[in-house]
């Protein structure tokens, strides 16, 4: 434990830790009529089973899936993020309607 430390910031992150525990303990997935986009990290980080098959019994509108470099945690950071915002931003943007592939292509 760093020396910075205290009992009290560790006692507040682990009551966040335990909210959300239970919060996803409790959660019950709901259909989606729509269409889904799933970015899927290549690298596991468990067991490497493919945990995604939930989405195709909740999903109604057809699924796309795109794998992007990284595993859960680090698609979130440099230098996965950088191709994850490239994709979103051009997915958002009203010119590139269907263009799923533009940026996940790339390997970063």
Known sequence: VPPD???QVIARHFAVFKAH???ARSYVPQPYSGYLTLLQARDPVLDG???TALWDTLVGGGISRLQVAGNHYTLLQPPHVQALADYLIASLSPSSAGEDEFALARNR
């Open 21 to 23: 525990m239970e919060a």
């Open 5 to 7: 430390i205290n009992a």
């Open 49 to 51: 089973a493919d945990y």
